[in-house]
């Protein structure tokens, strides 16, 4: 069917950069408000950045100003640049996709990747 996949995680020491890319491939329709969630040891999932097909953004307030998000619509890839990490990012991130997909046009389903582990260190 269709296929989320996160790559670019990996350990940066606190005040390091790090980039995650979401690719999306299989039998897509179209794409609608892509996001990235992340979730901590003990704690639930939480909305990191939002961004909508036109290119509309959003962003938790812990990571306002230190991350961005953007895509590419032609690629169907989104990403997500950290700067400034603290050790309170690490988590694993997740790619969300509200996706119309070949065969199921009547509606948009969600959609979401594995996750990839970010860990910043003191």
């Known amino acids: 069917q269709v296929q989320l996949v996160e790559s670019g995680g990996g350990l940066v020491q606190a005040g390091g950069s790090l980039g995650l890319s979401c690719a999306a491939s299989g039998s897509i329709f179209s794409i609608n408000d892509m996001s990235w969630y992340r979730q901590a040891p003990g704690k639930q999932r939480e909305l990191v950045a939002g961004i909508t097909r036109g290119g509309s953004t959003n962003y938790a307030d812990s990571v306002k100003g230190r991350f961005t998000i953007s895509r590419d619509n032609d690629k169907n890839t989104m990403y997500l640049q950290m700067n400034s990490l603290k050790p309170e990012d690490t988590a694993v991130y997740y790619c969300?996709?509200?996706?119309?997909?070949?065969?199921?046009?009547?509606?948009?389903?969600?959609?979401w990747g594995q996750g990839t582990q970010v860990t910043v260190s003191s």
């Open positions: 969300k996709a509200q996706m119309r997909v070949l065969g199921y046009l009547s509606r948009t389903y969600d959609y």
